[in-house]
């Protein structure tokens, strides 16, 4: 593994694990995991369910808020979601009575850009010939699985053998057709089936190396941006991501999908690069299209700064066993590297107020640091004032350690 495939995916592992709580509120995941069936093969339907009407409608502004709502109805009545796969006549009445609430009225039934309530019966109905057939979905794919286990990609037959099985079971339009296609919604499913959390993590028996990206305009406008990969929205682009994520993780590709995919749906890679958010980026130090602010040349430019970080060291001095003012990185400067006695070592830009330019500096600083010395340091910035919103993104987004001092 080369040195920036390295950073890149210590960037990411880091992003991963401060954003993945916030994934779950922010994704159909939610849902899914919310409804608390006590027979796994409950939550498989469910599961897929969520996954196969989760396109072309807004995750959380309607999607989410009706799934939600769905989930406690069905509870409330003391209801599993097997019993509506079995009963065509219930699941018609619960998909049009329950109530849920979208950010601007109360609502009732299922609602969608694509979908009819009739469509979800077909769907449900594909459902019960899969369990009448083969006991559970599960072992359905544990079969089919195991036949595929030794080709060159697995899941690409296991993820064709699913789609016919439901399509010969009259599953209607809510499942892909289209062969070439990213086949996201169905990626996306067995993503959340086999990994960990904050994923559900049912299906032990596939090998997380085998899963593949869940592709779509999102992940290639990331991937082509942040890494120069030109992958095409098709089965093939599937595989070319995929391959390059084997690249940063090879035991666990899948495991950055929400990362990147965040990137767009929270508006710091926007289709229009100009409108892009990138010095909240998590991955703004890896980005080979962000221009992340010019690191100053020289190290504390003010009194004022040369202020703030005495009083760091007054309150904070006991923790640290080192502390380099002006830290040269090649033919710039940080305003400090601070080594702790607990072995942490952090690159410090010095503010009197929290902005967006030392968020960017000081990832950029993290970044020159690494390239001189090959190990990672963590990022600081110390400052009089913060404004807790940026203060928590600059933690949640880029892992940036603000510390106010008065």
Known sequence: MNSEIFYAARVLDEAYERLKDAYISTSV???????????????????????LID????????????LLGFVRHIEGRGLKFLDLIYDAKLAEKVLSEFEWSSPKSPREGFTHRFLRIRDLIDLLAAFRGICDSYGSLG????????????????????????????????????????????????NLFFRWLVR???????????????????????????????FGLKVK???????????????????????????????????????DLARSKCLLCPIVSVCKASEPPRPVEVGLRTEAETEILKRYLEIYGRELDRVYTEYPLGRFSADALIHKTSCSEYVVE?????????????????????????????????????????????????????VEVQ
């Open 139 to 186: 072992s359905f794919v544990k079969s089919s699985y195991a036949l595929h286990r030794h080709e060159p990609e697995p899941m690409e037959g296991v993820i064709r053998d699913l789609q016919r099985e439901l399509l010969n079971h009259g599953g209607g339009i809510a499942v892909p057709r289209h062969t070439d296609s990213c086949m996201k919604r169905f």
């Open 29 to 51: 995941l939610g849902p899914v995991r919310l409804y608390s069936a006590a027979e796994t093969a409950d939550r498989e339907f469910w599961a897929l369910f969520c996954a």
């Open 55 to 66: 396109y072309q409608m807004p995750v959380a502004r309607l999607l989410n808020p009706m």
């Open 350 to 402: 010095v503010e009197e107020e929290l902005n967006y330019t030392a968020i960017g500096q000081v990832a950029t600083y993290r970044y020159l640091f690494y390239k001189i010395h090959g190990r990672l340091a963590k990022p600081m910035i110390i400052c009089r004032r913060a404004k807790s919103e940026l203060k928590e993104a600059a933690w949640i987004e880029q892992g940036i350690e603000v």
């Open 233 to 271: 929205l098709n089965w093939r682009g599937v595989l070319k991501a995929t391959g390059f994520l084997r690249k940063l993780n090879p035991d666990d590709p899948t495991k950055y999908d929400y990362v990147l995919s965040r990137l767009s749906i929270m508006g710091y890679c926007a289709k």
């Open 196 to 226: 960990p959390y904050p994923d559900l993590g049912l299906w032990g028996f596939i090998d997380r190396k085998h899963l593949l990206a869940s592709l779509d305009a999102n992940l290639q406008r990331v991937v082509s941006r942040a």
